[in-house]
């Protein structure tokens, strides 16, 4: 009867460490598991900051600049007294030169941009409004993007390219679409609280400035009916991931 109690009570105390060796095993993997969650989050939010700083750096000069021309040129139809003579020609080359930079810039960017979010990790841990954001952002610079492409290719044909004006408008409708999309999202965005904002927020890059972060609005800068009223810079938002 003696030994039997023994065994009994040897084999309660191997049960018993044996479930704290699996209830302290499980623990450490919850607790690595939260620590490699928490190391993405924020590895994810850096990446996505330097693929913005790249945007700010290398594709928004290019586009402010092709569009501060296209300024010129509208200043030039409406009070050509002010410009000197041929400089009209050279407004048009520094506009035509600077879309095509701008273009080739941003084709770069969304490819970067497109990988970015295509990875499994992106997919997986970003939180649903990070991922909702930057989907609205891409289509915006991709309307961007395609009206640039197609005002080219006008240029490049002659004026002969065929539903040409169609393919512009339908680029700017959606350019449009998206830009007020995101603008909104971003807005209601900042208000979710959610703790993982804690490591997946991340500063506007040092690279970004307001010098190249506003877009300069260039809808009814040429008085087409005499209605027109003076065109207003856009603030460009900064990348999803300063969510905060």
């Known amino acids: 009867m003696g030994k039997?109690?023994?065994?009994?009570?040897?084999?309660q105390n191997s049960r018993s460490k044996?479930?704290?060796?699996?209830?302290?095993?499980s623990v450490g993997l919850i607790f690595l598991i939260s620590l490699f969650y928490i190391?993405?989050?924020?590895?994810?939010?850096?990446?996505?900051n330097e693929i913005f700083a790249y945007r700010c750096t290398n594709v928004n000069p290019p586009l402010i600049s092709y569009k501060n021309s296209f300024l010129v040129i509208a200043g030039m139809l409406s009070?050509?007294?002010?410009?000197?003579?041929?400089?009209?020609k050279t407004a048009?080359?520094?506009?035509?030169?600077?879309?095509?930079?701008?273009?080739?810039?941003?084709?770069?960017?969304?490819?970067m941009q497109k990988t970015y979010m295509d990875s499994w990790d992106f997919q997986l841990i970003e939180p649903w409004y990070?991922?909702?954001?930057?989907?609205?952002?891409?289509?915006?610079?991709?309307?961007?993007?395609?009206?640039?492409?197609?005002?080219?290719?006008?240029?490049?044909?002659?004026?002969?390219?065929e539903d040409i004006d169609a393919k512009i408008a339908e680029a700017r409708e959606r350019r449009d679409k998206y830009e007020q999309m995101y603008y909104d999202f971003f807005d209601q965005a900042v208000e979710i609280r959610d703790w993982r904002k804690i490591f997946s927020t991340v500063p506007i890059p040092e690279a970004c400035n307001e010098e190249n972060l506003t877009i300069p609005n260039t809808s009814g800068s040429i008085d087409w009916e005499g209605q027109s009223e003076e065109p207003t810079p856009i603030p460009e938002l900064v990348d999803p991931d300063t969510v905060s």
């Open 4 to 11: 039997f109690r023994v065994k009994k009570i040897k084999l």
């Open 18 to 25: 044996k479930f704290l060796k699996i209830f302290f095993a």
């Open 39 to 48: 190391y993405k989050l924020h590895a994810l939010a850096v990446n996505g």
């Open 79 to 88: 009070n050509p007294e002010n410009y000197e003579p041929g400089s009209g």
């Open 92 to 111: 048009f080359e520094n506009y035509i030169s600077g879309m095509r930079n701008y273009v080739e810039e941003e084709n770069k960017w969304l490819d």
């Open 130 to 161: 990070i991922k909702q954001a930057g989907e609205y952002q891409w289509k915006m610079y991709e309307g961007y993007r395609d009206d640039a492409t197609y005002m080219l290719e006008l240029v490049d044909s002659g004026g002969l390219a």
